[in-house]
Structure formats: structure tokens, C-alpha cells
């Protein structure tokens, strides 16, 4: 069984390297705008959906990546490649300053300074206009990379889910998962749960700075409010919570099901799919808030590491 | 390019200030009503609040009638809407972690700024009644705010007294405090919970009919009200209603003040980082709160 | 009765896959041409006017036998308002939908955005909405300007300021891309008529409460106060001078002071405010009568502003290079809108080299006894303005 399920990844990794041989414009933006959707899925999934603490404002990593990668490619002349590493370390710079003292928070004011913190990060970057272009957004220099940048995003989205389960079969996956279930009882086990709430959140911030820049250079220009959207932390939530939080491929599957969804019907219903995504946010927390994998899990007792 | 700051600009600031920070108030009281009560976050109340506007703007539409008596229409109707929200689905999240009642709200929010999208168009809306002010030397009281200040503050006062004397006030109060206590002394506590999600809504409804006249009407205007709503809970601190009133005016005074020695630009910004560095010096508010 | 049931299923499924694969058979298939709008959004309201531009000009287009002899169809999709859903969908309608031509979208920051796309697929792009000069001063070759630039807004009320002996301007704006260029077209045209500029303050997107701002406005007490604003904030700061009892000699705003809504809010306190405005319906382009009452009939009640305009003019002008070049070639279509010099419903268009719109004029009109009267340029003004302003007590 196991057997068959790394062939089978196998040969889908392989169709993915090959497909752009083949496809159209559409096609390679289409996958690579899915493959940011795992990645920042999962990055979410690597704070929120193993230790409980729940990011509502992780997109503030993808909008800072974003501007410190175009910022570095405008005015220093970097490549895109070594830009987008650094806007990964600029999320996860943000993560450590942050993350220090809002870890201590507990459940909903942890949630709420997220949101507070990707508002700051949104009129920060608004502010220091010499830096940023401001609210006139930033371009970058005219090029077509699309194809390039289709395989490093889907690098990026490989990394984070090898992270995600190599943290998921490891003690320290544990132990978040510890602190996700009942903090006062892990730290009475000893665990040092403010070191390891923060290593997760580093790790958790590293990718979407990372797929923040690859962004920036694909669409050639950012503006605040286009990189700092609450909409995008929320689709990212329901996509790991409809696959299902704190396993490995939950998130994969809660990206891929519902961006294909939402590409191929909704969009069709001019005016009303929002609405539509309302709804299937209500259902999901309602009717499914441990996601489809976890609902397998329960059910067929599969193993932790799915 | 900057202008000197008198004392007579300064004091002209702090009026708008306080008049807009009776709205915060009142409409943030409705948001800790419910945290306070439910412990669930709702992302929607702006978006009722919205839903109050366009009930004012319809009134005057299609009536014609003063728009400040359409508050007899939009806080009832809105408060049938709350509850309705809350039987039908939050009952569900009460108590859950903080995950599913900040999904289930938005998703709820999406879903009615979207419906009303359709239904009204994106088309922006106003009421154009009171415009104008009284100028008192060099200061001058905006009419349209000076009358919603009026009524905020006059709900909120009633909303307090409410709390504070009456029965079901009393019960609600408990329940905020300790549901199992409440619960022992013979609170019906689903009742309860509906009650203050619909007085919340109708709140936030009461806010969105006063800045009808103010504001310009459309249906993704309720997201900034629950972001500063938020913003008043963490300096009140959460479940602290009496925080809420003063977290109100103090946010309403923060924002002109820094929009007027700095720029209106920074003083948006000011406002969020104010949020972040009270949840991490004082999480439970300037004015103390619940410390859960 | 299992077999009825199965073969009225059977026979329901053949239906639905015949319906499925059978493809029109016409010699006269329609030209298609696509476009993202901002159908929701932050921009909904103006992108939808857009949107009905486009929709009549080939509703007129197809009534006049279509184009080569062939009629055109629009394909459009929302992009939510949102740049990054803006360049997927130009990629979709390129090589998915593989769309003959392709029209812009709304706004100058998502224009920005998808004008990488169709560059790279030299599909050449009429943008009928976006003024934002920088857009076309990258060395693209395939998108096209059809209004004036969004530094030139404020061009009128500088030059009667300065012709009435005004000395010194304050200017406001929206804190995003298009009005924070109007802001720097608008100093330099201050410092070439000779204005002094006292103050300048942004302020964010959706910002309600301007009492800071225009009590410093009151205390810098300038002779003009120009704000490059959109639809909410013009309003808002409208009423709110009233409130503070702010009175420059000359207040103009920019979008949204020419939408009929402007005047319907704030009813006789926007007497005397002045506006830029890309198109008026009294201007005499040809054919600008024809389009007021088809659009009317065709959408009753619907908001008509210059973005409706825009987009049908936007639309003439394909339509017209097309023609001109007799073939759907990029490169051909690219010749033909690069010698085009015409009037259409909205104006004139001509671009120099890099697509930078030339001819089309901005007029700037006064809010005069609840109409719009154009003031300048003199050439198209049909009134004189009236000057000064009143103060707000004394009206």
C-alpha cells in the first residue's frame, strides 16, 4: 500500500516536471498560482494546523517577502532567484520579532494581533514610499519567467510538505502537537513550548516569504492591498481545513480541490461565487471542521502521518 | 509643508474625535457582548452594521421620513437577523476554538456582503439629511455627527442600564462571568446567548443607521467597523464593557490626534500598532478585563 | 418501467453530449475578443460601467453587419478587482480561450498588472482605463491609452486659478496609484502657472473622517484646494468642508466629482465644487447623443459615467483599427492604431510611439444650478465659472 502511494507520487512529480513542455500560458500560470496555494496551505498548517495557534494574519509573510523581494530585484539589481530566498528570510525575520512575544498570547488575542500585524505590515509598506513606491505599487523589470518560476514555486511547495511530514513523524511534531492539545500539561511534561511554538512559526513563515516573492516577480507588479489581502489568509485556512489540518496531505488536497473548483465552476457565476465561497466556508466549519483526511483518519484509522 | 498646530485645531480634532469614538463605543460594545458572553469572534458585525445602513438608506428612500426613526426599524430587524444567525449556526462554535467562529463569521460576512452586492448593486449610497454644523467660535460641531453622537451615546447609556438593572441584563452579565454559575442559578443559557447576539446585532445596526447620514453607503463598508471594533475590544480589554466605552473614545481621540501632528496616512497605522503593543504589554486591556 | 427509465436516460445523455460537442458550423465565426473586468470588488461599480460600455458598442457594432464580415463577441471574466486574478485571467483568454484580440481592464493598477501578459503574446490591448502615464512609458509596444493622463486632472483648475490671480494651492489625495500620480502632475503644473503649493497630504483608501486634514487645510488657508480623489472620498470631503467651514476661492476633486450620484448625495452642497472629467455627454464627439439614449434604453436606470463611455470608445477604436488593417494580426492591428488619429463617442485618440495618448482632452466643469458646466478648456467651455466660491455661511 505504502509502496504504491510513493510510485504513484513519484510519477506525478514527474508529469509535473514534464508538463510544460506541453502547455499553454494558462496552463503554467494556472499550476503555478495552485502550487503557491499548497505551499502557503501548508505553511499554515505547519503553526496552526499542529500547535493550535491560529495565524489570521499569515499572509502579512507572503506581502513582506513580496516587497523585500521586489525591493532587492528594483533598486539592488538582484536575480529573482537568490531575491525570493531572502524574501523567505524576511518573513521569517518578521516571524522571530513577532513571534516572541505574540506566542505568549493565548488562542483568540494570538489570532487577533495576526490580523493587527498584517494591517501594520500593509500601511508600513504603504508609508516608506521612497522604499516601496507606496500605495503606486511596485514594478518590476519587464520578464517572462513563468516557466521558471512554475518550477520554483512547485519546489517550494514540495519543501514545505517534505518539512510538514518529516515535523509529522518526528518528536518534535509531537511535541507541538502536544501544546496543541493541552499546553499546561506539556509544559508540566517540561517541554519548552515557547521554543518550539517559535520554531514552528519560523518554519511556518519561511515559504509564503519565499512564494510571496515568487509572486512579485510573475505578475512584474505589487501593490498593499493587492499582497496584503485578508481574503488570501482565509483561503489558505479553509483549503487546510477542508483537506484537513495537522496532517501532511490535507492541505495539499484542501488547495488543489478547492482552487480547481473554484477556477473551472465559479468563476462561471459572475456575481455570485463569492457568495458560493461563503457558503462552503460555513459548511466546512460546520459540517467538516476536521477536514477530509481527518474525517479518513477517525473513520479508517489511518496512520498520523497522511 | 506642514502647518502650525494651535490649540483652537487641536481642540477641534479631540471633538471630531470624541464624536466619532461614541460610535466605536457603542458599536464595540456589541462585539464584547458577544466575546464576552459566547467567547466567539464575530467577523461579521461590521457587516450587520452595514445591513443597518442600507435598512436607513431604503427608509429614506422610499419614505422619505427623518432617517434617525428608521433606528425603530433597523435595530429590531436586525436584532431578529442576529438571532437568527446565532440559532441557526454560531450556537455551533460557542466554545470551540477560536479557529471555527472566526471562519464561520466570515464566511457568514462574505456571504451577506456579496447577497447584498447583488441585490443592491455596488452602486455607492447616501442619505443626505443633516449637513452643516454649529460653529462655535473657531471650533465647528458637525449636525449629522453631533446627533449620532447623541444617540450612541444615549443607546450606549441604555445598553449599560439594561446590564446593569434589569433582569436578563443581570443574567447576561453572569453568564459573561461564569456560564457555570449561571447556569446553577437557573440562567437559561441558550436564551441567553441569543439575546446577546441579537442586542449586539442590534447594536451594530443602531451604528450602521447613524453613519448612514455620515458616510457613504456600500456593501464592503463593514470591515473597517469590525477592525476597529477589534482595535477597541484589546484597548478596553475583552469581556470589559465599561473598557469598551473608553477604548471607544480613546481610539476615536488616537486617530484624529495622530492624524493631525503626523499624517492621515501614518494615523492608520498608528491605531494597529497601538493593537499590537497593548495585546503584548497589557493583553488584558488598558482599562483591565477578563484575564482568561 | 427499468427499462422506460433507462432508455430516458439513455436517450437524456445522448442529447446532453450531442449538445456538447456540436460546434456552430459557421463559415462567420464571431471575433472574440476578451477582457477581466472588476465585476466585484472595490472597483465594481465603475468596472460594471465599463462593462456596459463594451456590451453596447458590440451590441452597435454587430447591428452595423460586424467587422470583416464577421460579428464580435466579448469574453469576459471578473477579476474580483485584484491584479494578481487580472493576469491569470488575460493568460486564460490568450491561450486557453485563445481569443482573437483582447480589451483592458479597469484601473490603472490592474492594467499595470495584465499589461505584461498580453505583451508577451504581442496581442495588442485597447486600455480604455487607464490614465496612469508610467504604464506606457515602459517600451511596451502592444497596449494602447485612450483617456487623458491622470497628471493632467487638475490641468484646468490650475489655469484658471492662475489666470484669476490665485496665489497658492493645497492638493489632497487618495493614497494610490493613479490619484498619487494626479498629485505630481499636479505640482508641476502649480509651479509652471506660477501657484505656490502650501500643503500636501495623502490619505488611505477608504478613509471616512478628513477633520485633521482639512482643519489643516482651514489654518494653511489656500486660494485652491485641489483633491485627486475617487467617488467616496470626494464626497466625504465635499460635506465634511461644509462641516469644518473650509473655504477656498476654488475646490475642484477628480474622479467621481462627474457622476450624476455626486450631485444626487449632496444635492446644493456641491454647487460651485469643480471636476475633471475624461467625457461629458454635451461634448460634441460624434455620436455621443446615440450612445446617451441607447444606453439608456438599453440599461434603464443604470449608472452612466465616462467609464461606459470609455469602454464603447475603447472598443470603436479596435473596431476601427481592425478595419484598417483588414486582418486580426497583432503586429497589423498595432500599425493601424498607431497611425489612428479619430474622434469616437469619447474623444480623440491618436498615441505617439509607446501608446501614450496625445489627443484626447480633459475638460474640467463646474457644478452650476445642478448641471455640469464645462468651464475649460475655452475651446469646448460652454460657461463661465462661477468665481469665487461663496463661503459655506453665505450660501
Not at chain 1, 125 to 154: D, K, N, R
Not at chain 1, 216 to 222: H, V
Not at chain 3, 276 to 285: G, H, I, N, R, S
Not at chain 3, 385 to 390: D, G, K, N, R, S
Request: with cysteine; hydrophobic share 50%; proline share 4%.
Amino acid at each position: 500500500m505504502k509502496r504504491a502511494f510513493i510510485a504513484a507520487l513519484g510519477v506525478l512529480l514527474v508529469a509535473l516536471a514534464l508538463y510544460p513542455i506541453t502547455a499553454t500560458g494558462y496552463g503554467i500560470r494556472f499550476m503555478l498560482q495552485l502550487f503557491m496555494w499548497v505551499a502557503l496551505a501548508q505553511s499554515w498548517n505547519l503553526i496552526s494546523g499542529l500547535t493550535g495557534y491560529v495565524s489570521f494574519g499569515h499572509v502579512a509573510f507572503f506581502g513582506t517577502g513580496a516587497y523585500a523581494t521586489g525591493i532587492l530585484v528594483v533598486t539592488h539589481g538582484w536575480h529573482w532567484m537568490p531575491a525570493s530566498l531572502m524574501g523567505g528570510v524576511a518573513g521569517a525575520i518578521l516571524a522571530l520579532i513577532i513571534g516572541y512575544p505574540c506566542l505568549r498570547l493565548k488562542g483568540p488575542y494570538f489570532a487577533i494581533s495576526m490580523l493587527g500585524l498584517n494591517e501594520v505590515m500593509r500601511v508600513l509598506v504603504s508609508y516608506f514610499e521612497g522604499l516601496t513606491g507606496g500605495g503606486s505599487g511596485l514594478s518590476l523589470p519587464a520578464l517572462h519567467a513563468s516557466v521558471q518560476i512554475y518550477y520554483a514555486t512547485g519546489l517550494a511547495a514540495v519543501a514545505v510538505t517534505a518539512t510538514a511530514f518529516l515535523i509529522i513523524t518526528s518528536r518534535f511534531g509531537l511535541r507541538l502537537m502536544t501544546i496543541r492539545e493541552d499546553e499546561v500539561a506539556a509544559e508540566a511534561m517540561g517541554i519548552d513550548t515557547a521554543r518550539y511554538k517559535l520554531y514552528a512559526f519560523l518554519l511556518s513563515a519561511f515559504v509564503p516569504g519565499v512564494v510571496g516573492g515568487l509572486q512579485a516577480r510573475d505578475q512584474g507588479y505589487i501593490e498593499p492591498m493587492a499582497v496584503f489581502p485578508l481574503l488570501t489568509t482565509i483561503t489558505m485556512i479553509v483549503m487546510a481545513l477542508f483537506g484537513g489540518k495537522g496532517t501532511v496531505w490535507g492541505p495539499v488536497l484542501g488547495a488543489v480541490t478547492l482552487f480547481v473548483f473554484q477556477e473551472l465552476v465559479w468563476a462561471r457565476f459572475l456575481y455570485l461565487h463569492q457568495v458560493l465561497f461563503g457558503a462552503i466556508i460555513i459548511v466546512v466549519v460546520l459540517l467538516m471542521p476536521r477536514g477530509i483526511l481527518g474525517i479518513l483518519q477517525q473513520r479508517y484509522q489511518l496512520p498520523r502521518t497522511i | 509643508m506642514g502647518v502650525i498646530i494651535t490649540p483652537a485645531m487641536v481642540g477641534q480634532v479631540v471633538i471630531s474625535g470624541l464624536l466619532a469614538g461614541a460610535l466605536y463605543s457603542m458599536v464595540a460594545l456589541g462585539l464584547a457582548l458577544i466575546f464576552g458572553v459566547m467567547r466567539v469572534i464575530n467577523v461579521a458585525h461590521g457587516t450587520i452594521l452595514m445591513l443597518g445602513a442600507y435598512t436607513t438608506f431604503w427608509w429614506f428612500q422610499l419614505l422619505g421620513i427623518n432617517p434617525y426613526l428608521s433606528l425603530l426599524v433597523s435595530m429590531p430587524l436586525m436584532f431578529l437577523l442576529g438571532a437568527f444567525l446565532q440559532r441557526s449556526m454560531v450556537h455551533r462554535v460557542v466554545d470551540a476554538p477560536e479557529l471555527s467562529s472566526l471562519l464561520l463569521t466570515f464566511g457568514i460576512s462574505i456571504a451577506l456582503v456579496n447577497v447584498t452586492q447583488y441585490a443592491f448593486s455596488s452602486d455607492v449610497r447616501s442619505v443626505e439629511f443633516l449637513t452643516g454644523s454649529f460653529l462655535v467660535g473657531p471650533l465647528a460641531l458637525s449636525k449629522s455627527r453631533l446627533i449620532s453622537f447623541a444617540f450612541a451615546v444615549g443607546l450606549t447609556l441604555f445598553a449599560f442600564w439594561f446590564l446593569q438593572k434589569t433582569k436578563l441584563g443581570k443574567a447576561i452579565r453572569a453568564t459573561s462571568q461564569s456560564r457555570e454559575v449561571a447556569m446553577v442559578c437557573g440562567v437559561n443559557v441558550q436564551r441567553i446567548h441569543l439575546y446577546a447576539f441579537g442586542m449586539a446585532s442590534a447594536l451594530a445596526a443602531a451604528g450602521g443607521s447613524l453613519v448612514a447620514v455620515i458616510v457613504a453607503i456600500q456593501p464592503e463598508m463593514g470591515q473597517v467597523y469590525t477592525f476597529k471594533s477589534f482595535l477597541v475590544i484589546v484597548l478596553g480589554g475583552a469581556g470589559n464593557y465599561p473598557g469598551a466605552l473608553l477604548g471607544g473614545m480613546l481610539l476615536g481621540l488616537v486617530e484624529q490626534l495622530s492624524s493631525l501632528f503626523l499624517t492621515t496616512q501614518v494615523s492608520e497605522a498608528v491605531a494597529y500598532v497601538l493593537l499590537v503593543l497593548v495585546l503584548l504589554l497589557r493583553p488584558t486591556g488598558l482599562f483591565g478585563g477578563r484575564s482568561t | 418501467m427499468r427499462t422506460a427509465f433507462r432508455s430516458v436516460t439513455g436517450l437524456a445523455t445522448a442529447l446532453v453530449v450531442l449538445a456538447g460537442s456540436w460546434t456552430p458550423a459557421s463559415a462567420q465565426a464571431p471575433i472574440k475578443i476578451g477582457a477581466s473586468l472588476s465585476l466585484t470588488g472595490t472597483y465594481a461599480a465603475l468596472g460594471q460601467n465599463q462593462h456596459r460600455g463594451y456590451q453596447l458598442c458590440a451590441k452597435h457594432v454587430n447591428e452595423k453587419g460586424g467587422v470583416l464580415g464577421r460579428k464580435i463577441e466579448f469574453v469576459l471574466y471578473d477579476d474580483q478587482s485584484q491584479p494578481a486574478t487580472g493576469v491569470r485571467l488575460y493568460e486564460k483568454l490568450i491561450t486557453q480561450d485563445k481569443v482573437d484580440l483582447v480589451m483592458g481592464p479597469y484601473s490603472s493598477a490592474i492594467t499595470e498588472a495584465v499589461a505584461n501578459v498580453n505583451e508577451k503574446y504581442k496581442m495588442p490591448m485597447v486600455a480604455p482605463m487607464a490614465s496612469t502615464t508610467s504604464i506606457f512609458k515602459k517600451g511596451r509596444k502592444f497596449i494602447f491609452m485612450v483617456q487623458s493622463a491622470a497628471e493632467v486632472y487638475l490641468e484646468g483648475l490650475v489655469e484658471m486659478a492662475a489666470k484669476r490671480g490665485l496665489k497658492t494651492i493645497a492638493i489632497i489625495n487618495e493614497d494610490t496609484l493613479f490619484p498619487k500620480a494626479t498629485v505630481q502632475g499636479t505640482i508641476e503644473l502649480a509651479k509652471k502657472n506660477g501657484l505656490q503649493v502650501v500643503f500636501v497630504e495623502a490619505y488611505p483608501k477608504g478613509n471616512p473622517d478628513f477633520s485633521a486634514i482639512l482643519t489643516k487645510i482651514r489654518a494653511a488657508n489656500p486660494d485652491v484646494l485641489g483633491a485627486a480623489t475617487y467617488f467616496d472620498d470626494a464626497v466625504a470631503i465635499t460635506r465634511q468642508m461644509k462641516e469644518l467651514n473650509v473655504n477656498p476661492k476654488m475646490y475642484g476633486v477628480t474622479v467621481g466629482g462627474d457622476l450624476p450620484t455626486f450631485y444626487q448625495l449632496l444635492g446644493k452642497n456641491a454647487e460651485f465644487v469643480y471636476g475633471a472629467t475624461q467625457w461629458e455627454v454635451e461634448l460634441p464627439y460624434p455620436g455621443a447623443k446615440e450612445f446617451l439614449q441607447a444606453y439608456t434604453m438599453e440599461f434603464p436606470g443604470r449608472d452612466l459615467s465616462y467609464h461606459s463611455a470609455g469602454g464603447y470608445g475603447g472598443c470603436q477604436v479596435l473596431v476601427e483599427a481592425i478595419k484598417r488593417a483588414g486582418s486580426l494580426d497583432g503586429e497589423k492591428i498595432r500599425e493601424a492604431v498607431l497611425k489612428l488619429d479619430i474622434n469616437t463617442v469619447y474623444g480623440g485618440f491618436k498615441v505617439d510611439e509607446g501608446g501614450f495618448q496625445i489627443s484626447h482632452k480633459m475638460v474640467t466643469f463646474q457644478w452650476q444650478e445642478g448641471k455640469k458646466v464645462i468651464v475649460w478648456p475655452d475651446e469646448l467651455a460652454a460657461g463661465k465659472a462661477l468665481f469665487p466660491t461663496p463661503p459655506w455661511t453665505r450660501r
